[in-house]
């Protein structure tokens, strides 16, 4: 049987768990002072799968405009479908705060969150050079939006 699906508001208490998350999933992974000065800008996340903390995602509002600022899902929980079930949840929570449309920048190398963005609804609409540090250099961000509907 499935383990139920819930999230709720991240606190100080959840960001060890947060950071080890992050860590093991991305090579420029935000840092503790990133997730505790979100807390108090953005709108933070956790994910659960029964008891187990899977994932995280911190979103910003700006009047009807939403900003996605990290998406992320544990290494061993991803492939399952958690990645756009977190993504369904974070675009309600901005949609119920008055968003229109939702931005997001991912890196160009990055396929498998592009195609998870692509199938919620995002279109590619630009490209920053050299956004993000890489491992040797620096590497492109797209640009993506989706429309946020009723
Ligand atoms: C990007 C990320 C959030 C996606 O999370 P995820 O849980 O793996 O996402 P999903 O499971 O919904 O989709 C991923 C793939 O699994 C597939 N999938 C989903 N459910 C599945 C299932 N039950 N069985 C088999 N495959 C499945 C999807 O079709 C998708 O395949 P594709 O990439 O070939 O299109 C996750 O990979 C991650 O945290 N990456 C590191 C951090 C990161 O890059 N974040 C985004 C920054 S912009």
Known sequence: MSEVISFRPMTVADIDTVLQI????FSHPWTRSIFTDSLTSY???????????????????IMDEAHLLNLTIKVLSQ???????????LMQQAQLEGAK??????????QVAYRL????????????RDYY????????ALVMVC???D
């Open 147 to 149: 429309p946020l509907f």
């Open 79 to 89: 492939g399952r479908g958690l990645g756009l079930k977190l993504l369904e949840y």
């Open 43 to 61: 709108n933070c996340w956790v994910m659960f799968e029964g008891e187990q903390q899977v994932g995280h995602g911190v979103i910003q509002n």
């Open 133 to 140: 540090p890489a491992v040797g250099g620096r590497e492109d």
């Open 117 to 128: 963005y692509e199938r919620f609804g995002f279109n590619e609409v630009g490209r920053r």
């Open 22 to 25: 992050e860590y093991a999933s």
């Open 101 to 110: 449309d939702c931005f997001l920048e991912v890196r160009a190398s990055n």
